[in-house]
C-alpha cells in the first residue's frame, strides 16, 4: 500500500483526554477516532489489527472444534425474560423499542440467543458436545468509559458457547477451551495468566479471567511462582488450580502460600470462560435425550475475548516512548518502506522494484514528499516490525538500511539481499 493513496491521519501531539499509553498511541497512531465517549470508529490501520487478532482467534477455535456463527446484535427482551435475567442485568444494557413498541436491546452478551439458537434442534445426547462461537459487536453502557478502546461501550467480543450432556463432559469442554486460549495468547505473544474469578451477571460456579502481564495493568496479579513452568507445559489440570486471583480476591492472611512463592505482577484483563451448568438451558427448556432416554437439561459454558480490547492491551505490553512496537503476527504491516529521496528517481526506482518485488499487503510504502524526521517518527509511532529505508546510498552503491523496531537494530544490506531476506517461500 503507498502512503500516498492510504488514508493515516496520525497526530504529533498528546491528546488531551487520553490518560493512558494504549489510548494516546491509538489515537495518535490512527488506529481510531472517537465519535462519542466509548464509541470509536476503527480507522483502516487499526481495522487491519483487528483482523490479524481475529484471523489466529478464528484459527486456533476452529483447531479446538468450535464452529462459526454470526447472532444479532439487537436482541428480544423476551429472551432475556425467559432465562430471568432482564430485570437483573441492570443500567449497563442498552434497552430499546422497534416501531411496534417491542422491547429490545443490543447485546451486551448472547448467551440467551445461542441456547435460543440450538434448543429447538440438538434434541440428542449423539449431538454433543457442540461448540459454537461468534465475532460479534456487543454494547454495554459503561457509567464512565475510560482508557479507549480498553474500556468502551461498544466493542468486538469473540465469545463462544458449549452445549454438553452432563457435568464431566462440560468440564472438558472448559478445559478445552482454557487451553485453546493459552494458544491464542500465546500466538500472540502474550503471557497469558487465568485467575479464579467471580462470575458476575453471567451466573455459574466455575470462572476464570485472563490477563496478560503488562507493567501498566489496571490490575494487581497474584500467582505462585510456578505459573510460568506450567504455563510452558501447558498442564490445564494444574494451571486451573495453581493460586493465581487479581487484587479483588487476594486477602494475605489466608492465602494458601508462603510469601517467598508469591508473585506479584501488573495485569489487564483480555478474556473470561464460565462454566454454568443448566443456568440458561433449565428455564429456557434447552433439553436433550440422554443415553438411557432421559430428558435432561444441557450443561454450558461461554467464553469471551476481548477483540477490540485486545488492541489496547498488546500497545500497553509493547510499546517505547516512540510509538507502538506491534508482535510481527499482530501487525497492521510487516515493513515500512521509506523512500527519503522521493525526487531523486534512481531511489523511486529501487523503491518501486523493492514495493513490486515483495508481498504488497504486507508493505507500507511511504512514498510522502515529507521531512526525513517526519517520516522517521511516523514510522516508528506507527510501530511495523521493519523497515527499510531508501536513501543517497542506495542510489550511489546499490544499499539500503533495515530497521527492526523493538530492537532499533540498523543493518546495511544490498538491495537484493533485503528483498531475499523479506521473500515469502
Not at 526506482?349 to 517520516?375: F, P, Q, R, T
Request: net charge negative.
Amino acid at each position: 500500500m503507498h502512503l500516498s493513496q492510504y488514508y493515516l491521519p496520525t497526530l504529533k501531539e498528546k491528546p488531551a483526554n487520553a490518560q493512558i499509553i494504549s489510548h494516546q498511541y491509538s489515537l495518535r497512531a490512527g488506529l481510531v477516532k472517537q465519535v462519542v465517549s466509548g464509541i470509536y470508529t476503527w480507522l483502516p490501520l487499526g481495522l487491519k489489527v483487528i483482523r490479524n487478532i481475529e484471523n489466529i482467534i478464528r484459527d486456533e477455535m476452529n483447531k479446538s472444534g468450535a464452529v462459526e456463527t454470526l447472532m444479532p446484535c439487537i436482541q428480544p427482551a423476551d429472551l432475556w425474560r425467559e432465562s430471568g435475567r432482564y430485570d437483573d442485568y441492570g443500567e449497563e444494557m442498552l434497552r430499546i423499542n422497534d416501531r411496534h413498541k417491542n422491547d429490545m436491546l443490543f447485546g451486551p452478551t448472547h448467551e440467551e440467543v445461542a441456547t435460543d439458537l440450538i434448543r429447538d434442534v440438538v434434541k440428542s445426547y449423539k449431538d454433543l458436545p457442540l461448540y459454537l462461537y461468534q465475532i460479534q459487536w456487543k454494547f454495554r453502557d459503561e457509567i464512565r468509559p475510560r482508557f479507549g478502546v480498553m474500556r468502551g461501550r461498544e466493542f468486538l467480543m469473540k465469545d463462544a458457547y458449549s452445549f454438553d450432556l452432563d457435568y464431566e463432559s462440560a468440564i472438558n469442554s472448559y478445559d478445552l477451551m482454557y487451553k485453546t486460549y493459552i494458544k491464542i495468547f500465546k500466538r500472540m505473544g502474550l503471557t497469558p495468566i487465568g485467575v479464579r474469578a467471580d462470575t458476575g451477571p453471567i451466573g455459574g460456579n466455575l470462572s476464570h479471567e485472563f490477563h496478560i502481564l503488562a507493567s501498566t495493568g489496571e490490575s494487581t496479579l497474584y500467582y505462585d511462582n510456578k505459573f510460568s513452568e506450567l504455563l510452558e507445559s501447558e498442564d490445564i489440570e494444574s494451571l486451573k488450580n495453581i493460586y493465581a486471583v487479581a487484587d479483588d480476591m487476594h486477602d494475605s492472611n489466608t492465602c494458601p502460600i508462603s510469601e517467598g512463592q508469591l508473585s506479584t505482577s501488573k495485569g489487564i484483563e483480555i478474556g473470561h470462560i464460565f462454566y454454568f451448568g443448566d443456568k440458561y438451558s433449565k428455564p429456557m427448556n434447552a433439553k436433550v435425550a440422554s443415553q438411557d432416554g432421559k430428558s435432561v437439561d444441557m450443561h454450558m459454558g461461554s467464553y469471551g475475548i476481548g477483540v477490540s480490547r485486545l488492541v489496547g492491551a498488546i500497545i500497553e505490553a509493547f510499546h517505547d516512548d516512540k510509538g507502538i512496537i506491534w508482535p510481527e503476527n499482530i501487525a497492521p504491516f510487516k515493513i515500512g518502506l521509506i523512500n527519503l529521496q522521493t525526487r531523486a528517481a534512481e531511489c523511486v526506482e529501487i523503491a518501486n522494484k523493492i514495493y513490486n518485488a515483495l508481498e504488497s499487503d504486507e508493505i507500507l510504502y511511504d512514498d510522502a514528499e515529507e521531512s526525513v524526521g517526519v517520516k522517521f517518527a511516523r514510522m516508528d509511532l506507527i510501530g511495523l516490525p521493519w523497515q527499510i529505508i531508501v536513501g543517497k546510498k542506495s542510489a550511489n552503491e546499490g544499499i539500503v538500511e533495515v530497521k527492526n523496531r523493538a530492537t532499533g537494530k540498523v543493518e546495511e544490506m544490498q538491495i537484493e539481499e533485503a528483498i531475499n531476506r523479506f521473500s515469502i517461500g
